[in-house]
């Protein structure tokens, strides 16, 4: 989908003011085709038009009555270039890739000779194609990884980068499906088909030979790749006017996890692109390297890059129907973070194994358990049953907290730096204090800002006031003893996440950065006008503990719910691990992906580009086959169709227990968003059980600045500015 539609107006009214493309105060991108006014209109495809990247741009030239197309005349910057475009007759537009475009402001026109008030002009602001657009200035160091990036189905890599941009020369490939199931080279003088080449018919029934064009370039210091159904025997390369015969139109963005070794890099993959189960429906696939968390944790970057990979393809291919993002854990982050701050990169999103995000969602869940085995392992001063210390954290399982402690160590600057960054670059506090810092907040910093003392990241960190184990407290799991010895002795973090006594205490600017630029995920901005599919494959009960626990789906679910007061736009679905994390050889992960595309079919977003869908639309273009539910066990699987709401009296949640978390047994809402909670006094008659003289002064002790006050807002709780946010 053209992500040039989706650009909030207050971002592009001065240029294309400029540009004389104002009509009674609207941003012609933002008025329907049909009542825009007589004579031409130009459009940037791709992108916005003070978006556009790599000295070129895909551009439309349309009317809202017909046109004498033949005679139309364009040009850049004075100079003509009429011979880029061709007549796309499915759209009734002319169509071009427009190259040569110098660094900064650009002026298109078009006009009809004759016709003196039928032309129009278009000013378009050209970026570097390493950029960056919005997301602040570029990470130092940065390693290139082409060297060590594997072209799927060839057995060699991409080779040395041509700079220090890390930048290749793009490249095409063609990749055929075996009928054993593997990916091959297909020759490029190849006269005949492989003896062993699959076939496949695609969704809108068409059948074509199981042959890939395979795609791989470098934007944004990130290498992409993108393919598609396309056969070289048979079918005339690759334009933006005409589509492959196997392509349906639409794409399916992957997304990768992980978030540990996720800095100052390039990154040796990409989420995939070559996925039978869903390239044989003929969607394309499109990634790029800094699209997978582990080798960027940084939802900022991931959807600058998404929105630079897009221009990339939509520049080969033509206009896109709709783009469905696809990702689990880290990719999950990226689909709704990208979806909510940067409205149409993705029109919607399965997401899988999910987390609202990544500094917060899971930061928080996950630090506090190491806290707590570090409390239970190294400071307890009194006994702890197995069952006890499992309530208190919340989790479904005690061996969940051992196991998400090791990677809560991604906001330690030393622990998790990436193999290609040298020893000698990396931060010490007694060797080097100012090498290299590998965390989640230094890798943020644009945002979070610095110490001007130390250069460290601003940290939005913090557990003052949180009663630790409360709500097993109040329903007699643990005594006031463990309570009061819990709490005192909890302790937090200092800068370079080493335990210390003293609760950690988050820097202001930095919270107060989170929830106005969306690194706390709002819910409530480009989510609001976007579908959603969560699935699930239920890890709480794995023997060895899991990160992906399923109370994350809700949320996030609880979010969207408390921004914008309703769920129509959110479904949920869940079944066992028996197909791992997240594949599409899960027959309900496939369903979801192809619901998806029912979901924005109906909602026709190719249709009216223009417009964000309503929630109330959204509501009424969910399929009818769409349904929320679980798969329930055994070999032969029913799919139970319920509401998954944590209710548990519901076979589902009976079957997947959804647990919870050290801050909700805390007193936080699940929706998990309070960074650093107001606090207040706390009042003796508040809690149902009875305390000591001597054992309140030891509780107020443990609490000097109060207590957690989950009725009011956090501090440095403010609005979030919008979408489309630039650093």
């Known amino acids: 989908m053209p992500i040039t539609r989706r650009a909030p107006a207050r971002l592009l009214t001065a240029v294309l003011a400029a540009a004389g493309v104002l009509v009674a105060g609207q941003v012609l991108a933002d008025v329907p085709a049909a009542q825009r006014p007589g004579g031409l209109h130009l459009d940037t495809v791709a992108s916005a038009p003070d978006l556009i990247t790599g000295d070129d741009a895909l551009v439309e030239i349309s009317s809202a009555h017909g046109f004498p197309h033949q005679r139309v005349e364009i040009s850049l910057n004075g100079e003509d270039v009429s011979g880029a475009f061709s007549w796309d007759e499915r759209r009734e537009v002319l169509v071009g890739l427009v190259e040569g475009m110098e660094q900064g402001e650009n002026e298109l026109r078009a006009d009809l000779p004759g016709q003196a008030r039928g032309g129009a002009s278009l000013t378009v602001v050209n970026n570097p194609d390493e950029g960056p657009l919005f997301s602040g200035p570029h990470q130092q160091p940065f390693t290139c990884e082409t060297a060590d990036f594997a072209v799927p189905g060839l057995d060699e890599t991409l080779g040395e980068p041509l700079d220090a941009n890390c930048s290749i020369e793009d490249r095409v490939d063609h990749v055929y499906y075996t009928t054993q199931g593997d990916w091959e080279e297909f020759p490029t003088d190849a006269t005949a088909y492989p003896d062993d080449l699959a076939r496949t018919t695609t969704a809108d029934g068409v059948d074509v030979p199981f042959i890939v064009r395979l795609a791989h370039g470098t934007a944004n210091r990130g290498i992409f790749q993108h393919a598609a159904l396309h056969d070289p025997l048979t079918e005339d390369p690759v334009t933006p006017s005409a589509r492959p015969e196997g392509w349906n139109g639409k794409v399916v963005y992957t997304l990768g996890g992980g978030c540990t070794e996720g800095w100052y890099r390039q990154g040796p993959s990409t989420g995939g692109v070559l996925d039978p189960n869903v390239l044989a429906e003929g969607y394309a696939m499109v990634s790029s390297s800094l699209n997978v968390f582990g080798n960027n944790c940084n939802d900022l970057l991931t959807s600058e890059t998404a929105q630079m990979t897009k221009e990339e393809f939509i520049e080969t291919y033509g206009r896109d129907d709709f783009t469905i993002g696809l990702g689990a854990s880290g990719g999950a982050y990226q689909g ?64 969940t907290m051992d196991n998400v402690s090791v990677g809560a160590q991604r906001i330690d600057p030393r622990e998790f730096c990436p193999p290609t960054l040298p020893e000698e670059d990396r ?35 913090d557990n003052v006031g949180i009663q630790y184990g409360l709500s097993a407290l109040d329903d007699g799991t643990i005594d006031v003893g463990q309570f009061l010895d819990l709490n005192d002795s909890i302790g937090g973090y200092d800068q370079d996440a080493n335990f210390r006594p003293d609760r950690s205490l988050a820097d202001l600017p930095a919270v107060e950065a989170a929830y106005r630029t969306g690194r706390l995920t709002d819910g409530g901005q480009g989510l609001a006008s976007t579908p959603v599919i969560d699935y699930r494959a239920y890890a709480d009960e794995k023997p060895e503990g899991d990160i992906h626990v399923r109370y994350h789906t809700t949320s996030m679910r609880e979010r969207l719910r408390e921004a914008n007061g309703s769920i129509a736009n959110h479904v949920s679905l869940l079944e066992d691990d028996r197909y791992g994390l997240f594949s599409t050889e899960s027959p309900l992960l496939m369903h979801a992906v192809t619901e998806m595309d029912a979901w924005l079919t109906a909602l026709d977003p190719a249709d009216d580009p223009d417009l964000r869908p309503t929630l109330e639309e959204i509501g009424a273009a969910r399929p009818e086959t769409l349904v929320e539910g679980c798969m329930g066990p055994g070999e032969d699987p029913e799919f139970l169709a319920m509401t998954l709401d944590r209710d548990p009296g519901s076979e589902c949640e009976q079957l997947y227990p959804s647990a919870s978390f050290p801050r909700e047994v805390a007193g936080e809402s699940v929706r998990a968003d309070v960074i650093a909670c107001t606090t207040a006094e706390p009042v003796r008659e508040d809690y149902p059980v009875e305390f000591t003289d001597e054992q309140w002064r030891r509780l107020l002790g443990a609490f000097p600045e109060g207590v957690c006050d989950y009725t009011v807002p956090g501090r440095g709780e403010v609005a979030h500015e919008g979408t489309w946010q630039r650093f």
């Open 336 to 399: 709704h973070q990208a979806a909510d701050n940067y409205p149409g990169i993705f029109d919607g999103v399965v997401v899988g194994a999910s987390f609202p995000e990544v500094g917060f969602g899971t930061i928080d869940a996950i630090t506090d358990a190491r806290l707590l085995q570090h409390y239970f392992a190294e400071g307890a001063g009194v006994e702890w049953s197995p069952e006890q210390k499992r309530r208190v954290t919340g989790f479904q399982n005690l061996a």
């Open 427 to 461: 931060y010490d506090p007694d060797t080097h204090p100012t090498g290299v810092r590998c965390d989640v907040y230094d890798h943020t910093s644009t945002v979070y800002g610095t110490d001007p003392e130390t250069g460290f990241a601003l940290r939005p960190l």
